[in-house]
């Protein structure tokens, strides 16, 4: 398919609320936008915001294709449901189906998911399994302009992250492989987090610098690739911009920076699979859903990532 496919997310979130107003906002031709949504969804959402409507010509569900997942239970914002869940899932399963140009996500809630009985930690690990072949690996790139973080790791308990040497290997190689096919740069200077604080200060307060991640950038180096020593991530941060993209090992380590500073313009960007994927680097929002206050920044920002 041609067309760049978007999801709207939990049905009792702010997804659909921010994928109306920033269609709305970038105006994108008709022929250009499928929405993997329902119609009773998008209504509900386009209602809170009447007063911004002249005419039905001007609706979202009247201007794009809409692919319809069932959805058969009321739209209660803030409330968690499995029927929700279920919602989530099968949108992200049917984008998976289509094999879009591009796909952008509105965002779900993982405790949904699981009421469904979708253990999956993230709509990253439903693209891995579907999209996924001949060895594919889905990672989590965050993009906030020229500041970027890759995550080693991604939805895992902090006590149980384990790098190993071949991991760290080749998550660095696709991301290299992505960055001279996606942004047209040839040798990307990438910046490397230390595991421990003080990047483990020589086996002192940790040896995962020492066992794994200095032998990852040996071979690394060996295979062109320009990479830093395992840095101190306290401060590597306040020179994120001297490098094309920061490498963080855990979920926190990363997101913190680029978020604080970056805020709702941080676009959570799949990539290592045959789609490359968006999506708003924030939540459902459950607290302020149904409210026609949400920010539709993030939502606009992860469509034009892959316009």
């Known amino acids: 398919m041609s067309k760049i496919a978007i999801t709207t997310g939990d049905p009792n979130g702010i997804g659909a609320e921010i994928t109306i107003k920033a269609l709305k906002k970038l105006n994108l031709p008709p022929d250009s936008v499928v929405l993997i949504s329902n119609k009773k969804i998008l209504d509900f959402y386009e209602e809170l915001s009447h007063s911004e409507l002249v005419s039905e010509s001007l609706l979202i569900s009247k201007k794009y294709e809409i692919i319809e997942i069932p959805y058969n239970s009321d739209i209660v914002p803030g409330q968690v449901t499995k029927e929700a869940g279920e919602f989530s899932f099968q949108s992200v399963k049917k984008a998976c189906e289509i094999r879009p140009k591009a796909l952008v996500t509105a965002p779900v809630a993982k405790n949904a998911l699981y009421l469904a009985g979708h253990q999956f ?5 439903i693209l891995q399994k579907y999209l996924a072949h001949d060895g594919q690996l889905a990672e989590m790139l965050f993009v906030a302009g020229h ?3 890759l995550l080693l790791t991604r939805h895992v308990a902090l006590k149980n992250i384990m790098l190993t040497k071949d991991m760290v290997v080749e998550k660095i190689l696709n991301l290299k492989e992505f960055f001279v096919k996606h942004f047209g740069i040839i040798s990307p200077k990438f910046a490397l987090c230390g595991f421990n604080p003080h990047a483990g200060e020589d086996g002192i307060l940790g040896r995962e610098e020492i066992d794994i991640l200095i032998p990852a950038v040996e071979e690394l180096r060996s ?5 830093t020593n395992p840095l101190p991530a306290d401060t590597l941060f306040i020179k994120a911009l001297d490098y094309d993209c920061c490498i963080a ?4 380590q990363g997101l913190i920076p680029i978020k604080t500073v970056a805020g709702d313009k941080t676009v959570n960007m799949t990539i290592g699979l045959d789609i490359i994927r968006t999506s708003p680097g924030h939540g459902t929002a459950f607290d302020i859903a149904g409210k026609n206050i949400a920010d539709e920044t993030g939502m606009i920002e992860a469509i034009k990532a892959v316009l």
């Open 121 to 125: 930690n993230g709509q990253t690990e």
């Open 147 to 149: 500041f970027r973080v």
């Open 223 to 227: 295979r062109g690739v320009n990479v």
């Open 249 to 252: 090992n855990y979920h926190d």
